[in-house]
């Protein structure tokens, strides 16, 4: 590159020397910038350049921080604090549809928004579990191709699979191939799910994003999510996801439940504060929500054991019992 056009390029040069190699614990003077300048990108350059590159800086919207004691430089995270990476990279460390290979991935581009020194003490305490991830590294792409078909409200044709048990180590699976008309994704419970509605029925449906094994955008308009779900305006993916329990489908009713005051906390986290409670007795509330009436929820009560019970529906109370004396039968069998 010739000389000139270096030059032009130096101020980009010193944000990324800035961005990468400072923060509040490690300064760098005009000389440390200068050396920098010289050796990573074979610009020279004088202190009066540097001091007048920094004034820009600040003046387009760069936070670039001059300490008098010790003396020296150092940008203020411009993108993310550090404890705001922290959180993108343990959900995306935690997030089982995200392969190994695209976790990797992701946290090398996160490194970026941080000094080397800030990265480093957070890399330290990464850990990458690959057993507990997806291995469908096409889910991504999934993803854009399921945004874009919602946005432009068209069926598409997917491909979905299902893990089948046989003898030997290499994975088999069932599939089948549905045409879906698309309304939302969601993520829930550790994994990312389409919500749509498969066209040959009037209800919705939920499909695992990563057991997608092909996504299609076809010429179809696709069906209006208000033929089947209560929604009307828009889809109303917060309270779609706080009703139906680890994503199992069902009908929304109404549910009473008579807990113990020591699951408060818990309660609310499932079903938020929205929820109407009032107290019971001394040790006990009663809460009335609405929620789809599944698996899910069964599975969701009965974690509580004695700490909660339902008080209607009947539906609800039977499932429970049911559920129950199965699990008791496979033991004394």
Request: hydrophobic share 35%.
């Amino acid at each position: 590159m010739k000389s000139a056009s270096k030059q032009k390029l130096r101020l980009l040069y010193i944000i990324d020397i800035l961005a990468s190699k400072s923060d509040e614990e490690h300064l760098l003077s005009a000389s440390d910038i200068i050396r920098y300048l010289r050796e990573d990108y074979g610009i020279e350059c004088e202190r009066k350049t540097v001091y007048d590159c920094i004034d820009c800086l600040n003046e387009y919207g760069y936070e670039i921080i001059k300490s008098q004691s010790p003396r020296g430089y150092f940008m203020a995270p411009y993108y993310f604090e550090l404890p705001e990476l922290r959180l993108l990279i343990d959900a995306v460390q935690s997030a089982n549809f995200i392969s190994a290979k695209k976790t990797k991935a992701l946290l090398k581009k996160f490194s970026k928004f941080a000094s080397v020194y800030q990265y480093r003490r957070i890399e330290k305490q990464v850990y990458i579990d690959s057993r507990n991830k997806c291995d469908n590294e096409s889910i991504f792409y999934n993803i854009d191709i399921l945004d874009s078909a919602i946005l432009k409200r068209r069926q598409v044709e997917v491909v979905y699979r299902r893990r089948k048990v046989v003898d030997g180590k290499k994975a088999v699976y069932d599939e089948k191939t549905m045409l879906i008309n698309p309304y939302a994704l969601i993520w829930s419970n550790d994994h990312y799910y389409l919500v749509g509605n498969h066209s040959k029925y009037d209800n919705l449906i939920h499909l695992r994003v990563d057991r997608l094994k092909s996504v299609v955008v076809t010429d179809n308009i696709a069906r209006r999510f208000s033929d089947v779900s209560p929604y009307t305006v828009s889809f109303d993916t917060a309270d779609y996801s706080n009703k139906h329990l680890s994503m199992f489908s069902g009908d929304i009713k109404p549910v009473e439940f008579i807990c113990n005051n020591s699951i408060i906390e818990e309660f609310i986290d499932r079903f938020g504060e929205k929820c109407s409670m009032r107290p019971f007795d001394d040790e006990h509330f009663v809460a009335k929500t609405d929620v789809a009436v599944t698996d899910g929820l069964v599975s969701w009560v009965m974690q509580y054991g004695d700490k909660i019970k339902v008080r209607s529906p009947k539906e609800l109370k039977n499932m429970i019992i049911d559920k129950t004396n199965s699990i008791l039968a496979q033991y004394n069998g």
